[in-house]
């Protein structure tokens, strides 16, 4: 086949697709990075030069680009079966993964729902609690979710998320009761960080008392909230709202789209503090970030409430046309076998290291305000005057300027706002964590004249 020239490519990107979460006119005016191909933690531009995959594809991949497992793993299904459905057929590699992630996931988590996207997942997560407390004999309506959530950009999910920048031309569908969580009360309310925490749980047991009977569920990321901007949260929460949803008799729904598959130091956010939710949401690293699949885990009483006879209608009708897709599946199943607990166990030596490095050659830049990390998730945030809490000027493109000096460097990164992200695949190296940090020194200092 005739190999297209970047030129061509450019070209034809300008002329037809339509970027997500871009503005449109920007992308227009500038040319853009072409990427085709990846090796390990890098990926390989159209004119050849390497690049330290500095966000994991967008926080998803998880073991590098080309894995020789992955990669054969894919291959072998395809030697067999891309895709058959679920609906009414078994799929060998549906049912394995499956079986592993009961093995792997909180307790009790026993049942895999399949979709293709963190949103999707978060849907049958919605769908699924209205639907338990409705065969409950219960009319559950509402939703108690955190300021400044993301869950994704499908109706449901962006309801119970709210963004104001992604999401104000859309009002959310879904009565939806808000609750900050600490960090949300620091930023927003100037609580003094020792109180937040007993304040944020206040509010959740306020609202839970309030709506007594009306909550379907209580959703929330877990550890850290990533779009929000990375806002972490004291480990002591989670466990503290579950003993709160389990007092108010309500279901919790975690979303670990982007926390989990080992990003903040454990297999999910939830280990840290030995948390069952009753919904888990997963995605994004499910497949090592190589094919669209995700997963909302349910717990055997959620399952069994669905249970009836066939003219009763209580089964879940839903399904996507892709709904446990077997080459997906078959990535799932190699990325999860290369979660030994050797490879577990390496991580928070990472996070460590990533953590030394950016105090000594991030935190004293004059421009840094705060540097928020779990695990190898990171966010470090940027102002004009860090002291007085001035942010920089949208219209300034800050944290955008910021990733095209990174790139100039070696390192692609994708900003929120004036928030750089860093989240290096798992597989990151001690030279590359090095790089990578150096590279955001460097372009930060570089953009904000330090
Ligand atoms: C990315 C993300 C989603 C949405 O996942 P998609 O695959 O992009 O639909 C949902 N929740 C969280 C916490 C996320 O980070």
Redesign the pocket.
Known sequence: MHEPRPSDIVALDHAHLWHPFTQMQEWLAADPLVISAAEGNYLIGADGRRYLDGVSS???NVHGHRHPAIDAAIRDQLHRVAHTTLLGLASPPAALVAARLAALAPAGLTRTFYSD??????EIALKLALQYWRLRGEDRPGFVALVEA?????LG?MSI?FSETFHRFYRPLLPVERVPAPYALQRLEARPESEALAIALERLDETLRRKRGTIAAVVL?PLM???AGMWPQPVEYLREVRALTQRHETLLVC?????GFGRTGRLFACDHTATSPDLL?L??GLTGGYL?L?ATLATEEIFRAFLGPYDGYTAFFHGHTFTGNALACAAALASLQLFTPAMLAAIPAKAAALAAALAAAVRPLPSVFEIRQQGLMVGIELMRDPQRRTGFAPAERIGHRVILAARRRGVVLRPLGDVLVLMPPLSIGDDEIATLVAVAAESIAEVTGA
Request: with cysteine; charged share 15%.
């Open positions: 967008l926080w998803c996207a963190g949103a999707t997942a978060v993301y869950h994704g950009d499908t999910a998320g990321e909230q990533g779009a979303d670990e789209v982007a926390t949401v995605g994004k669209p995700a």
